[in-house]
């Protein structure tokens, strides 16, 4: 396991080199470096100064999916700044100062029926980046509305210190169109704070941002998938069948090329294979571009066969 000080000092060095990137070399990336300091300054300056991030009052969610994965790279990298900051105001020289904390509060709520390849993806995560992972028992009886609301009680129960939780919610996600970066929960969930700080993201700037950060990338992403959720409600996106599009292009060609320490020698993003369960999968990225290609955040659920939703 990645000690949780490394991680955050690899997370906090990937995010200051994407920022010196020259902006005129692409409009995405200079967009993606105006997100990212908005979200830096949501963290360092409205959050870390209501809340402590070293004592277990902030949690982060955490399913593996893309926009958190971003989320926790940029939530590392600030708390690796934090604590330098903290460090050099400190009576103490820099030498006798040690990373407070060894792993970070995460929470996974297992929904069940999840991809094998995105099970594998969380607990490589979770070590690389120094993640404690609790996994509350799903309740059916809970008396919320929603099966991931109990699940957030037990987790409250369970870590009664934690005041807020990091979401990598989006203002394209369904119902996230009037979500602010820091909020109350609904009435009809348990009470902490949502800290949102990745609402303004777009999804190319999810990919070019995780693109050049050269950190591995869940397998599913590479079979066409562009939103996981259940086996039984996620296919490979239809906009990214090779057959119907055949002159797809991707705006990701320096991200790719130039990719965070440049260790990438032959230009391939880093995206990990599937698990071998998740085999019969393996026909989909021949037939489909990876999830990467699309662009539009408009279509990125359409690989999501239609359910009821549980707000
Ligand atoms: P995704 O885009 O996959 O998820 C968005 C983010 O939600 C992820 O990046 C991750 O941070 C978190 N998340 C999603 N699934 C999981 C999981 N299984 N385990 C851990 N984290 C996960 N809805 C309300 O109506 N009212 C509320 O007050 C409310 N509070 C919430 C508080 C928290 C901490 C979370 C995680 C969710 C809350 N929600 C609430 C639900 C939320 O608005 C989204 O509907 C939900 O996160 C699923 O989002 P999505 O379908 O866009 O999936």
């Known amino acids: 396991m990645m000690e949780l000080g490394k991680a955050a000092e690899l997370c906090y060095n990937i995010t200051t080199s994407y920022l010196a990137i020259d ?7 200079n967009e993606t ?4 300091k908005i979200t830096r300054q949501i963290l360092l300056e409205d959050v870390f100064t209501r809340w402590s991030p070293l004592n277990g009052e902030i949690s982060f969610s955490y399913n593996g999916g893309k926009d958190c994965q971003v989320l926790l790279l940029l939530y590392l990298g ?4 934090f604590f330098i900051l903290k460090a050099k105001s ?9 990373f407070p904390m060894k ?26 980046y120094g993640l404690s992972m609790y996994e509350p028992p799903t309740n059916s009886d809970s008396k919320y509305t929603s099966n991931m609301a109990g699940a957030f009680q037990v987790f409250l129960d369970r870590f009664p210190q934690t005041e807020a939780i990091v979401i990598g919610i989006r203002h394209t996600d369904p119902f996230g169109e009037t979500l602010k970066p820091i909020q109350k929960t609904d009435s009809n969930w348990p009470q902490f704070m949502r800290l949102q700080p990745i609402l303004h993201w777009k999804l190319r700037h999810i990919w070019s941002f995780l693109l050049y950060s050269n950190e591995p990338i869940c397998g599913l992403y590479g079979c066409g998938f562009t939103s996981i959720g259940s ?18 292009s991707l705006p990701y060609s320096y991200e790719i090329e130039h990719g965070y ?4 020698a032959d230009y391939k993003p880093n995206c990990l294979p599937l698990s071998p369960k998740d085999d019969p999968l393996l026909g989909h990225a021949s037939k489909f571009y990876p999830g990467w290609y699309l662009i539009d955040d408009s279509l990125e659920r359409a690989g999501r066969v239609h359910r009821k939703s549980s707000h």
């Open 261 to 264: 320490s440049g260790i990438q």
């Open 33 to 36: 470096q105006n997100a990212i």
């Open 78 to 81: 600030c708390l690796w700044e």
């Open 23 to 29: 902006e005129s070399c692409s409009q995405i990336v």
């Open 90 to 98: 400190s009576q103490f020289e820099m030498k006798y100062q040690v």
């Open 103 to 128: 792993t970070l509060p995460t929470v996974f709520i297992d929904q069940g029926d999840t991809f094998e390849t995105l099970e594998e993806f969380i607990t490589l995560t979770a070590r690389r």
């Open 231 to 248: 086996i039984h409600n996620t296919l490979p996106n239809p906009y990214l069948e090779r057959e119907s599009y055949p002159e797809a």
